[in-house]
């Protein structure tokens, strides 16, 4: 059966994909780490590779690769969020599928390559199959779940409870007091005023200078081509802003971009509020006066002010 060949530099990338045949389907997944539905996409990408043969010459290779740790290629298929899934076939894109649905993913490859084993709905193992229990099974279960032994009815053993003591692993009777509270809402005023620390500002990996992500680096470029002049946090020097973020924002990935205190979105939305309105920052517009700036101080001390159109 097929695997999923991992990726992790550039030239093993063009040393895979050359040395295949251009009869070749290429499936190439782009993920990251920390977003929680490659997770699930790993699996699917896996067991969906499990279904297919290994042939010689190959007629389908999956690849894996972290989008993070090779932005060059992700930037050359114009990867803007992951998970992301290419199919490639003699150097050209045949189709793309952008985001966690496992039944396109799969549908996508089967029209390219043809069905291959029985691996269920979406790329997933088929579902478990399930027995019913007995009249008689159900009563007894429930008789034991609910203290009792034996049979119903009046002659019924019930268990001794007489030197019962709760464990640790018992569940909490009572909610736990927690000191967690006023700590969070803490966190939760200083974001709101992180937000607000410029009018546009734009939470990365890295800095403007220096991005230490490919979608922080495509952002940070489509500011300055729009000469916005907007503040900047990166987030890697600060993992409670970074966690605490994604809660707050209901966004779970970086870079995100934020004007007015409000979230616009990540690398992706802002190319689409770009496609369907190009004025989209002309009020933060550096060459027009625009009303964008710097970052505040705290943002400021993850390095050298922000201003996008120097």
């Known amino acids: 059966m097929s695997t999923v060949t991992e990726i992790t530099t550039e030239t093993d990338f063009h040393h895979q994909t050359t040395h295949l045949p251009p009869t070749t389907l290429q499936v190439l997944y782009f993920h990251t780490p920390w977003a929680a539905p490659c997770a699930q996409m790993s699996t699917v990408l896996s067991t969906l590779a499990s279904s297919y043969p290994v042939q010689t010459p190959p ?54 390559a043809g069905k291959a084993g029985n691996t269920g709905k979406a790329g997933l193992p088929p579902a478990l199959e399930v027995t019913p229990q007995k009249q008689g099974e159900s009563e007894q279960s429930q008789s034991q779940s609910n203290g009792t032994t034996g049979s119903s009815g009046a002659g019924g053993a019930t268990k001794d409870l007489s030197g019962y003591a709760p464990k640790p692993s018992d569940p909490a009777t009572a909610p736990e007091m927690s000191s967690e509270a006023p700590a969070k809402e803490e966190l939760h005023e200083r974001l709101t005023q992180l937000v607000k620390a410029a009018p546009v500002m734009l939470f990365m990996k890295g800095t403007p200078s220096g991005p230490q992500c490919g979608f922080s680096r495509q952002l940070v470029s489509l500011l300055r081509q729009n000469e916005v002049k907007y503040g900047f946090f990166n987030i890697l020097a600060d993992d409670e802003v970074r966690q605490g973020l994604k809660e707050y924002a209901d966004w779970p990935t970086f870079p995100q971009l934020w004007v007015g205190g409000e979230l616009v979105g990540g690398l992706d939305i802002v190319k689409e509020e770009l496609d369907n309105d190009p004025e989209f920052f002309r009020d933060y517009a550096a060459s027009k006066g625009g009303k964008g700036g710097p970052t505040a101080p705290e943002a400021q001390t993850q390095s050298q002010p922000a201003t996008a159109s120097a």
Request: proline share 4%.
């Open 59 to 112: 007629t389908i290779s999956f690849f894996s690769l972290n989008a993070e740790d090779l932005p060059d290629i992700s930037e050359s298929h114009d990867v803007t969020a992951v998970p992301f899934i290419v199919l490639v076939r003699d150097g050209k894109t045949l189709e793309t599928v952008s985001g966690s649905d496992a039944s396109k993913v799969r549908d996508a490859v089967e029209r390219h």
